[in-house]
Structures are given as C-alpha cells and as structure tokens.
C-alpha cells in the first residue's frame, strides 16, 4: 500500500497463501465455559432449541418487497435477490438449506458468514456459506471489517466488507457477536456437567439389586462363592424369569437395595437445568418437551410466544444483517426483505375465519384479501371493500357494487 492509500484510508484486496499467520490475525470470537459442539451433543434440550429455531425460521418464507408510490408493496420476484433467499441460495443449495445452515451458525457461534456473488450490474446472484472456523475478521483504520477465509484447499483470501453477509449476535464491539451458549455459559456449563454426572452415575455406578446375607459363614472360597452366583444367575436373573419364587436355605435373607436420583434431588436439578437453557433462547418450555405445566389452554399461547419472543427477533436480525450487506444504499430506499410469520401465527380454523368475517364486514379485508392468506387464487370481482350502511356520512345514499 503507497503512501496516498495509507493517507486516504483507501482498502485494497489481496490473498495470503500462509493460514496460519491468517489465524492469528483474525478475530475469532470468545470462549466459554463448554464448547458449543460439546453443548449440543451433551444437552438435548440445547440442541432442539437450535433446531426449533433453525428449522422454523428458514421453513416460512423470506422475501424481497419494493415500495410503491401509493405506500403499499409489492413482492419484488423480478430481482435475482428474490430467488436466492426464496428458491435457490446457489447452486449447491437450496434457500432452505441455506439459511437453517446460517441460524445455526448464528444460534451456536455469534457469527454466520456467507460469500456475496454480485453479477455485472452489482446484483446478488448467489449466497455460498463459510464455516465459522474459517473465517477471521479484522477492523481496519478506516473502520470498515475485513474477512480472511481459509481455503480447504490451502491459502487464504481476503474479502472486503461489501462481498460478505455477516449475521452476528448481540455485540459488545460492534464487530464479533455473541451467541446465546456464550451469553449464558455458566448456566451451559452447568447443565453440561450436569449431564456428564447422569452418564458417571450409569456407566460407573456400583448399583446391585439386592444383598443375600447369611448368619454364619456359608461360602468358603472363592470358587464356591462364584458357584453360588452363577446358580442364582441362572435360575432367577432375565426378563423370562422375572417374579419366580425364590427359596434360601441357612437362614439366608434377601435384602434389596434401592437408591434413585431423586434421593439427592438430582432429577429436579436437572429439570430446572433444562428450563433455564430453553429460557435462554426464548423457548417455551413446552415446545422442548418439557410438559409439566403443560395445558390445553397455555399450550398454543406457548406457541404464539414462541414467534412473538424468540423467532420474531431472530428474523428482525436476519433481515437487517440482509439489508445491511446485500443492498446497496441506493436500493435500500425501495427495496427490503421480510419474513412472513404470519402463517405461524394464524389460529386453528374456526379463530382465522372468525378473524376474516370481522375484517370483511368492517372494510378491512376483501374476499381476494383473504383467498390470499388462504394461498388460494383470487376470483373475478373480489378485490371490492364492503362499507357497512351504518357507516355511510349522513346525507349520503349507500351504493354497493360488486359482490
């Protein structure tokens, strides 16, 4: 870089061939107390948390808007931006796999990356998704990000802020985001050590069905005391020979040993281990399975939370993190992406098309308006807006046209 670009801050782009300086000039994030591979596959709760939230908000649709000049929108399908994030995000993937594989990265590192294709007029043609481990990023003196990836095939290229999607958590530098294992690691770690004692507890513990004690000295070795327990093994030891009569001579006596979890209150430890990591990412408890307080009636407002507090932030940020990266600042003005969560909102049957008719008989909705919703097509003369005669200003005649 000469002396001019080090004056006006000017970026260039350049490849390293060496990863391992590329590593250690990168940002790489924050530790925590367990790793968040370690916390999924040791937390169940943990990971169908990142799979409610993955699978539920790449599963409804994500789509590009343009802003018309009487207020409302129009679904922009013209773009090749419409495409990428609803049909095909690349060749390799579809927009499904795409953006479950970049929640994921988001919900379990902070960060989810993924390379920009831009075509000869500037336009986001594909998406290609990057590991978090192999991207680094660095802040330059100008204040803009720089990413460094490293190729699987050996080296590392360097891109500039405009060609990556960077979909971070809650920050504390503006930079690098947090995840919600990193946030909360000390309540993760907990629950991981937690689940690492059950798996001590079965496959250490010495836990014997029962004692048979004599008064006297009735085995006198070994190889008669082995006699005696393959006898007993034999004869009562199986499911088939579960409840069979079982007769001691020499005043032998059954004692049976009992010992549960519950006893050091380990069980309902745990329980409230798992809660807390549904708490922390905005899961209701009963959509882990976690139905203890579970009803009838809470059970479908747990679901309507389950959109308003954890998938509806969630697709806030993806969509500013879109905004921010995908569109130019000129485009920004007319274009936008949203995610439509209305389908995870609707009612049962009965509670939506009670929700229509009061939307048609106050002017709200018109038959097409709600064919619509119903992803049904529209029909000839539908788009007209009934006005209830009471509504009508006085000294007016009501009209009613169409149907």
């Not at 061939?17 to 790489?28: C, G, I, N, S, V």
Request: hydrophobic share 40%.
């Amino acid at each position: 870089m000469g002396f001019l670009d080090r004056f006006f801050r000017r970026e260039t782009r350049s490849a390293s061939p060496d990863a391992f300086l590329a590593e250690h000039l990168a940002t790489r994030g924050l530790g925590g107390a367990a790793s968040p591979d370690v916390t999924l596959s040791s937390l169940a709760v943990a990971a169908r948390c990142v799979g409610i939230r993955s699978e539920m908000l790449a599963s409804v649709g994500l789509f590009a808007f343009r802003r018309t000049a009487d207020g409302g929108r129009e679904r922009a399908d013209d773009l090749p931006l419409y495409a990428v994030l609803h049909d095909q995000m690349n060749p390799n993937l579809a927009a499904f796999e795409g953006r479950e594989f970049l929640l994921r990265e988001l919900d379990t590192r902070g960060n989810a990356f993924a390379r920009i294709e831009r075509n000869a007029r500037g336009q986001v043609v594909a998406l290609w998704p990057e590991p978090w481990g192999n991207v680094g990023v660095e802040r330059l003196a100008g204040g803009r990000l720089r990413y460094r990836i490293s190729s699987p095939y050996g080296g590392t290229e360097v891109l500039l802020q405009d060609e990556v999607l960077h979909v971070r958590g809650p920050t504390r530098d503006g930079m690098m985001g947090l995840s919600p294992l990193h946030i909360a690691r000390e309540a993760m770690g907990f629950a991981v050590g937690q689940a690492e004692t059950a798996e001590g507890f079965i496959r250490n513990a010495l836990r014997p069905s029962g004692v048979i004690s004599f008064p006297d000295k009735f085995v006198q070795n070994q190889e008669q005391a082995a006699r005696v327990r393959q006898t007993l093994r034999e004869k009562y030891q199986g499911i088939g020979k579960s409840g069979e009569m079982m007769i001691l001579d020499g005043g032998a006596k059954f004692e049976r040993i009992s010992w549960t979890p519950q006893d050091a209150e380990f069980l309902a430890s745990r329980k409230l281990a798992n809660e807390d990591v549904a708490r922390v990412f905005g899961i209701p408890p009963t959509c882990v399975g976690i139905t203890d307080r579970g009803t009838y009636s809470n059970t479908e407002q747990e679901a309507r939370a389950l959109v308003q507090n954890a998938l509806g932030p969630l697709a806030a940020r993806i969509e500013a993190a879109m905004m921010r990266c995908l569109l130019s600042d000129a485009a920004r003005r007319s274009i936008y992406v949203e995610h439509d969560l209305s389908a995870l909102l609707r009612g049962d049957v009965q509670a939506r098309f009670e929700a229509y008719r009061i939307g048609r008989e106050i002017g709200a909705l018109s038959p097409n308006d709600v064919r619509r919703r119903e992803n049904e097509p529209p029909i000839a003369n539908g788009d007209v807006y009934h006005q209830p005669a009471n509504w009508v200003p006085l000294g007016t005649q009501a009209t009613q046209t169409g149907v």
